[in-house]
């Protein structure tokens, strides 16, 4: 590669590095690329561990509890009482149960979609600090080959002085 004497070295390596930090302030980096996926993991384990609990009472008005804690006669006067009851207020109950199942199904679909969509961002996060790992490593290259250049032009031009 012959050595151009029109190409000012320094200038253009600090044009490079110019670019490189106009571009990182562009996308809004400092150089480091940081990334804080949402939600997190911890979260959701809460959302599932809520879901759960969720789903144990959505079943309201079906279960007659086994009232075991009181003797026998009490306890079979109560499990009447209680099935009474829930007889009678089935007609609220049966709505309510479908309006528990209902909303558990929708959010039960939101975890899933808000879970997909985190693996979808860091698989992308992970394409694009490997980009820019490649670019950085791109732009070390070009810096060497540029000093090398510089240096080369350096001592072509101190030895053809010294032929003067």
Do not use: C
Request: glycine fraction near 2%.
């Amino acid at each position: 590669m012959a050595f151009n004497p029109e190409v000012d070295i320094d200038e253009l390596m600090t044009k490079i590095r110019n670019e490189v930090v106009r571009k990182q302030q562009s996308n809004g980096r400092n150089g480091d690329l940081q990334l804080n996926p949402l939600p997190s993991k911890n979260n959701l384990s809460k959302l599932d561990s809520h879901l759960n609990s969720a789903r144990q009472y959505a079943h309201v008005g079906t279960v007659i509890p086994s009232f075991e804690w009181y003797p026998v006669p009490l306890n079979i006067i109560a499990r009447i009482i209680a099935r009474f009851i829930t007889f009678f207020l089935s007609f609220i109950t049966n709505i309510q149960k479908h309006f528990n199942n209902a909303t558990i199904q929708i959010f039960q679909m939101l975890f899933y979609e808000i879970e997909r969509l985190e693996n979808e961002i860091l698989e992308r996060d992970n394409q694009i600090a490997n980009q820019l790992q490649q670019q950085q490593r791109t732009i070390q290259r070009l810096e060497n080959e540029l000093l090398q250049i510089k240096s080369n032009g350096v001592s072509r031009d101190s030895s053809s002085h010294n032929n003067s």
